[in-house]
């Protein structure tokens, strides 16, 4: 991968080991990943997995990163960069958010001001590599740091630019909270197989697989999602039959609506914080 100096993670917990994890799969050096995290207990265990720069320290943390990603939780956020302001405003690192919800002026204003900060937005899948982001950088932010972000989140999948901060809550309604749309599709599915006389444990993987095996052939053929459906669904089959109830439910509006309410939701949470 290119070079993209050293990257500190604020916070090493589930989604900052992902990134991390998907940095050293790539040939990022264990030298050059510095994580700050509370539990010494957990500084091990990170150090002997993955050859990283584990410690409770989030100053020395701060002095070795060229890109600083901030991985702690939401509401403990404020807190953690008041804590480290003087050393992040004198070591000034790229800041690169994961956090969810929180406003790339806010988060920036608690670091002290002026430095550099991308927003982002991934999905849990990255917790096994297949994730999906949404990057955000005001102008502040030049060509290189902007690379550097995206080489970093490309780690856990594929990354793509938002224009404007509002976009994120759009692609958080979509790919951030989309997981969850899927696992509901699939824990249904699997239940209407039990009502059919179908056993529990056969009916979940078999709802689970269809749904791996869906995603796989949509991602590998290249093909528009409606392509595929049409061509597994023949005039008076089965198929159709199934997706004549679909619609006569609405599913459609029920998609739309489910995703407008999400989209509404992120952006009162921006507004609060
Ligand atoms: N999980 C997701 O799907 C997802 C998706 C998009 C965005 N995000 C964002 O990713 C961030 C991390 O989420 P997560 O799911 O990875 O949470 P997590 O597993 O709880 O990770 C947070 C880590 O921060 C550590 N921490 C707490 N206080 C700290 C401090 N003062 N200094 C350094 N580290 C500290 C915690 O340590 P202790 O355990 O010892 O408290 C924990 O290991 C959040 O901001 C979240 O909004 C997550």
Partial sequence: MQDIGSVGFLGGGNMAEAIFAGLRAAGMPGERIFVGEPRAERCEELRARYGVQAAPDNAALIAHSDTLLLAVKPQVMQAVLGEESEALQSRRPLLLSIAAGLPAARLVEWAGGGLALVRCMPNTPALVGAGVSGLYAPDTVDAEQRARSE???????????????????ALTAISG???????????????????????????????????????????????????LRERVTSPGGTTAEALKAFQAGNFEGLVENAVRACARRAAELAAQA
């Fill in 151 to 169: 080489a970093i989140m490309r780690a856990v999948g594929p990354a793509y630019w938002v224009d404007s901060e509002a976009q994120l809550d």
């Fill in 177 to 227: 909270s989309g997981p969850a749309y899927f696992f509901a599709m699939i824990e249904h599915l699997g239940r209407a197989g039990r009502e059919l006389g179908l056993d529990a444990e056969l009916a979940a993987a078999l709802a689970r697989e269809t749904a791996y095996g869906a995603a796989k052939l949509l991602r590998e053929s290249g093909e528009a999602p409606g392509t």
